[in-house]
């Protein structure tokens, strides 16, 4: 059997195989893909983003246990610091959520940034879609932690959570930052600490300011301290809540065009910039491009032009 079949019929070490292809960018693992897709679009896919520090993994460590005791089958993609030697996630799957490392029904994997500064790898979008043929119920993607930049996720994931915590500034980078407009639920971690009531009603004011969605949704907020699982059982309603929201109002199918078109124009933009850069590289033509900016005999902006004209004519 290919690697497609196997994964279709849930073997995780075909799955681990095929991850690790995409993440290496072989062609072969293009292949694999193409027959999964067509048995992709059933898992509830959740994103889970903040600032460093705020207790992400914790918090999802507790969601997972949740979800097993609901009996529901769970992927699991963290995606950690590129490693400046080997390229790398800094942070191994089994460093994270260990106790589940030996259910069946939670798979785990990690994968490195790879210079992406919006929170996630490229190769997440292909990775969340091997989980999602594998049968799934529910994918959490947890973002790398880079802040304000984290606003990828929202282009990804049906709910994306944005979690903050009290006393680590996050209350100043939560009125700052882009992450406000993409979270579907706003949770507010290790509540035990001073100031998270303080930050939740600071929240309310920001998203009061900005209640412009076109779904007509209010972002809930929840005050978690996930090492004890205090606020848990709640903010997995919540997660229903947006789920079943989302289908009761027919949003899910409108999101989901959404999420296509933008995964669609990112793998385009990757593979004409890759085949671009290889015609260029191949004729000499960059090393051409290269002398012709240094000697300041044009400006790249022409130069993208007369490149541009020349592959696709008006």
């Not at 292809?21 to 959740?46: M, P, Y």
């Not at 969601?63 to 950690?80: P, S």
């Not at 210079?115 to 594998?134: E, F, H, Q």
Request: charged fraction near 25%.
């Amino acid at each position: 059997m290919s690697l497609a079949q196997k994964i279709l019929k849930g073997d995780i070490k075909a799955a681990a195989r095929l991850i690790r292809d995409i993440d290496d960018g072989s062609e072969s693992a293009i292949g694999e893909l193409k027959k999964l897709f067509v048995q992709t679009g059933r898992a509830h896919i959740v994103g889970i983003t903040g600032p460093p520090g705020v207790g992400k993994s914790t918090l999802m460590d507790k969601i997972i246990e949740a979800l097993r005791a609901e009996n529901k089958t769970v992927g699991v993609i963290a995606v950690d610091p590129s490693s400046p030697f080997s390229g790398g996630a800094f942070l191994g799957d089994r460093i994270r959520m260990q106790r589940h490392s030996l259910d069946e029904g939670v798979f785990i994997h990690s994968l490195a940034t790879r210079g992406n500064l919006g929170g996630i790898s490229r190769s997440t979008y292909d990775v969340i879609k091997v989980m999602d043929a594998m049968g799934r119920d529910v994918i959490l993607v947890e973002t790398v932690g880079v802040g304000q930049d984290e606003v990828d996720i929202g282009n990804t994931v049906d709910t994306a959570i944005v979690v903050l915590a009290p006393g680590l500034g996050d209350d100043i980078q939560a009125i700052k930052a882009g992450i406000l407009e993409i979270g579907d639920i706003f949770v507010i971690n290790k509540c035990d600490h001073e100031g998270s009531d303080t930050l939740e009603q600071e929240l309310k004011i920001m998203l009061a300011m900005g209640d412009n969605r076109a779904d007509h949704w209010h972002p809930p907020i929840y005050q978690t301290e996930a090492l004890s699982g205090k606020g848990i059982e709640q903010l997995m309603a919540g997660i229903q809540l947006h789920y079943d929201m989302l289908h009761q109002k027919g949003l899910y199918q409108r999101r989901e065009r959404e999420l296509a078109r933008f995964e669609f124009l990112e793998i385009l933009r990757s593979s004409v910039m890759k085949r671009l850069q290889q015609q260029l590289s191949q004729n000499g033509e960059l090393d051409r491009i290269e002398e012709t900016l240094v000697k300041r005999e044009k400006d790249p902006y022409t130069l993208v032009e007369e490149i541009m004209q020349k592959i696709m004519p008006r």
